[in-house]
């Protein structure tokens, strides 16, 4: 099967991505559009899709195809891959799996959440690669997460195990999407991080993104490191408690708003000092994601790859039954 591959899509609020990876996991080719699915609606988003997939297929004709691997925001029905992402107004309750079933008959077609592909990806091929207990993130226009424990990926009853962004960080906090308030997402995120700078009195010449916000803090803004050092912090009493919880070697750190480098794991770091104090828990390290925005495409591959780590839905179903 030298030349066999596997697809992979990732698919968040504002990213879209494929690309196709041979049976080792080295990378054949991958499309990037710069449409944010955020803005699409239901069939527009899905042609997008298919157009990307249309240029993947092209590029690896001939190969024995053996899956698809799909990393899709969420919240979803897993495994069965019916998603509604909370950052994709247009897809609600979308057979995604069934769709691409369709396109793909005979092959296996594995959905998860984008941010568990992350944490898949980081611990297959990067910065938790060798260790067995890894929580990858993804902060971003949301903060989500995957757990990997003993080697293998932890799913839940539900596909959602991992899922740090609604952990509780402020309760008396702003109100989260989900209903709850203080959730970990509403203090961190992307949108919310800009939100609160301008609240403070930020502005930037240059535009309000979070990358702004990162850039203004390097040059020094005052609001801007205060909404650095507040997500920090956040994110900081949040991994010491899920670090405890399930005794973690690596915390890797992605998405766009990871890219503020030390002002970001500064606070981090200082509220783990804080607020981890079981001697069993001193050694954790929490680093940048290895593979940049590659990580959720590589964890979507491993889904079929290296599909008896990360992806056993049977083992979760009957765990759950008992």
């Known amino acids: 099967m030298a030349d066999a591959a596997v697809v992979a899509l990732d698919i968040g609020g504002t990213k879209l991505a494929a690309g196709a990876y041979d049976q080792s996991g080295r990378v054949l080719t991958v499309v990037r559009t710069p449409s944010a699915p955020a803005v699409l609606d239901a069939e527009t988003l899905w042609r997008a899709v298919l157009g990307q997939l249309d240029k993947v297929d092209a590029e690896v004709a001939g190969r024995e195809m053996l899956g698809i691997g799909v990393g899709c925001g969420?919240?979803?029905?897993?495994?069965?891959?019916?998603?509604s992402p909370m950052h994709i107004?247009?897809?609600?309750?979308?057979?995604?799996?069934?769709?691409?079933?369709?396109?793909?008959?005979g092959v296996p077609v594995h959905v998860h959440n984008d941010a568990v592909c992350v944490a898949v990806g980081e611990h297959w091929r990067g910065a938790g690669r060798g260790r067995a207990n890894v929580l990858g993130m993804v902060v971003s226009t949301g903060v989500g997460g995957g757990l990997i424990l003993d080697g293998r990926l932890i799913n839940g009853a539900g596909g959602q195990a991992g899922h740090i962004g609604h952990v509780i960080v402020e309760p008396d906090g702003p109100t989260c999407p989900c209903g709850a308030r203080g959730c970990l997402t509403v203090v961190a995120s992307g949108p919310k991080l800009t939100e609160w700078a301008r609240a403070a009195g930020w502005r930037s010449r240059d535009g309000e993104t979070a990358q702004h916000l990162?850039?203004?803090?390097?040059?020094?803004h005052p609001q801007a490191i205060a909404a650095m050092q507040r997500a920090g912090r956040a994110l900081g009493m949040a991994i010491a408690s899920v670090a405890r919880l399930c005794d973690l070697e690596v915390v890797a750190i992605g998405g766009g708003v990871s890219q503020a480098g030390p002002l970001l794991f500064e606070p981090v770091e200082a509220a783990l000092r804080e607020y981890l104090r079981m001697p069993?828990?001193?050694?954790?390290?929490?680093?940048?994601?290895?593979?940049?925005?590659?990580?959720?495409?590589i964890g979507a591959a491993a889904l079929i790859l290296a599909a008896d780590r990360y992806w056993q839905p049977a083992a979760a179903r009957s765990r759950a039954a008992h």
């Open 214 to 220: 990162a850039a203004d803090a390097v040059r020094g």
């Open 74 to 83: 969420g919240p979803m029905r897993w495994p069965s891959g019916v998603v």
């Open 89 to 105: 107004p247009g897809w609600r309750d979308f057979p995604l799996r069934a769709r691409l079933q369709k396109r793909y008959p």
């Open 280 to 297: 069993y828990g001193r050694g954790l390290r929490v680093v940048p994601a290895a593979l940049g925005q590659e990580a959720g495409l």
